[in-house]
């Protein structure tokens, strides 16, 4: 097998964000505690995963990614 000819990120789910080069978390506590460092108490973390699943880059989802694009695009309370 070429490893040079594999798709990059092939098989990385959408299920988890990087938070490091080390930790990964599952997409709810995410959303939990990107509204509880955001300060958008009106917001679900429902909202968030919707917000999330419309992300437009591929896998994997990197913290520092998602958090601007919510930053950009999530106006929850």
């Known amino acids: 097998m070429n490893f040079y000819d594999a798709e990059p990120h ?4 959408r299920d988890r964000i990087y938070m490091s080069w080390t930790e990964q978390w599952d997409l709810p506590r995410y959303a939990a505690q990107y509204l509880d460092t955001r300060k958008k108490v009106s917001a679900t973390p429902a909202e968030v995963l919707a917000r999330i699943a419309q992300f437009p880059g591929p896998a994997p989802f990197r913290k520092v990614d998602m958090d601007f694009y919510l930053d950009s695009h999530f106006a929850g309370g």
């Open 10 to 13: 092939q098989g990385v789910g």
